[in-house]
């Protein structure tokens, strides 16, 4: 990596397209790696002869134990920055894979998860901040190229299981540990390139009132917070379910149905890379109405699909519903601004909890009523979109 990555602080103006490249690469090593535990789960079905509710309980545990830290540490980060926590955040994802590679029992496969888990909370936060000092005022374009590496990753993830842990077996996770390390490299430079960020930046301006009351803080924080847990329950259905589905609706094996999943986790990466640009020029919360809303017609028409339609669907399901993390994330720090690292915990924590819960349940539907019925409940949930409505318009500086 360039060594003007550590460069001191770039002007205000400058988007700095290196460190954003490197905080998006690290974010996509990262998320390749957390992704292995959903890939995987065909395999530690058969090996732990598990039901549904435990894989359900497997993703719980790491999903919980991401999402009530990540506000946590980005609570502490806004007061005590770590520029170097993210490569500790890396080495507890490492530690976490070693111990899911060679796991004897059902309980260690839950401990290795929330280590997993705890990786991905001091990861977040601090990660997105970076990705908003590297921006130059282009917030929703360094949000989206920091977000669609860890969807790039997420989607490789499954190819990856494919050709490697399910025919090598479950301890070839241990192999991974070298992504795990080339990723604590590129993160150490970044962290040195944050490190000179924050000793440039000793007087820093206060930012501006965007002139709300906590009042009306607090109700548009609820409804971000219900859109998410509309989106993310959803995602849940495809990102845990959909091999199952495939396999037992359409009779796939195991390698073809990680493949289709492939194809749905590469739309979520392409568009998530929409998302933050588009918010930038037309407004964050015209995107997350289309995003959310707009994908309702597609997720109804899923569950009576033929195979070759269920593939197109979840193409263009993946694809619109993922821009509107972005959008979100960028529009709840510009509703709170100065809390950076908060709302960024926030959001992600919350919305790695909530795909866990919805793991769970819909895991415990799967179990009592088949996993069609599954799908043909979450088609309605888009259709939360409607409380958009209830969001402010927020007005940001023009970026010239």
């Given at each position: 990596m360039s060594s003007t990555l550590a460069a001191p602080a770039s002007t205000a103006g400058e988007t700095r397209y290196k460190v954003l490249a490197a905080i998006s690469l690290s974010h996509f090593l990262n998320d390749l790696l957390q992704s292995l535990i959903v890939a995987i789960y065909p395999l530690l079905k058969g090996n732990y002869d598990l039901n549904f509710t435990q894989i359900g309980l497997l993703t719980l545990t790491y999903q919980i134990t991401a999402s009530l830290l990540q506000p946590v540490v980005g609570w502490y980060t806004d007061r005590h920055p770590k520029p170097f926590s993210l490569v500790i955040g890396m080495g507890s994802t490492l530690t976490g894979l070693l111990l899911l590679s060679h796991a004897p029992t059902f309980p260690l496969l839950l401990l290795g998860a929330a280590v997993v888990g705890v990786g991905s909370s001091i990861f977040h936060p601090e990660s997105s901040r970076v990705a908003r000092m590297a921006s130059g005022g282009r917030h929703g374009l360094a949000q989206s190229i920091f977000q669609v590496g860890g969807n790039g990753g997420t989607a490789m993830g499954p190819l990856l299981a494919a050709a490697i842990v399910l025919p090598y077996g479950q301890g070839s996770l241990a192999w991974f540990a070298i992504i795990a390390l080339i990723a604590m490299a590129v993160l150490f430079r970044v962290g040195q390139w944050y490190q000179h960020q924050q000793r440039s930046q000793k007087h820093r301006v206060a930012p501006p009132d965007n002139g709300l009351s906590r009042r009306r803080i607090a109700l548009t924080l609820g409804v971000l917070l219900l859109l998410i847990t509309s989106k993310y329950f959803y995602l849940a259905s495809l990102t845990s379910y959909y091999t199952f589905y495939l396999m037992e609706h359409f009779g796939l094996g195991v390698q073809s149905a990680q493949l289709h999943l492939f194809i749905f986790l590469f739309a979520v990466a392409a568009g998530t890379v929409l998302g933050g640009p588009i918010g930038d020029r037309i407004g964050r919360k015209q995107v997350i109405w289309f995003s959310i809303l707009g994908v309702a017609p597609f997720t109804l028409l899923l569950p009576h699909?033929?195979?070759?339609?269920?593939?197109?669907?979840?193409?263009?399901?993946?694809?619109?519903?993922?821009?509107?993390?972005?959008?979100?994330?960028?529009?709840?720090?510009?509703?709170?601004?100065?809390?950076?690292?908060?709302?960024?915990?926030?959001?992600?924590?919350?919305?790695?909890?909530?795909?866990?819960?919805?793991?769970?349940?819909?895991?415990?539907?799967a179990d009592h009523y088949g996993i069609r019925y599954v799908y043909e409940l979450c088609a309605w949930l888009p259709l939360a979109g409607v409380i958009t409505v209830f969001l402010p318009n927020l007005r940001s500086p023009r970026v010239r």
């Open positions: 699909a033929n195979l070759l339609w269920t593939s197109v669907l979840s193409f263009i399901i993946g694809f619109i519903l993922a821009s509107a993390f972005s959008a979100i994330v960028v529009y709840a720090q510009e509703l709170i601004p100065g809390k950076v690292g908060t709302v960024s915990g926030l959001f992600f924590g919350f919305a790695f909890g909530i795909a866990g819960v919805g793991a769970a349940v819909l895991g415990h539907l």
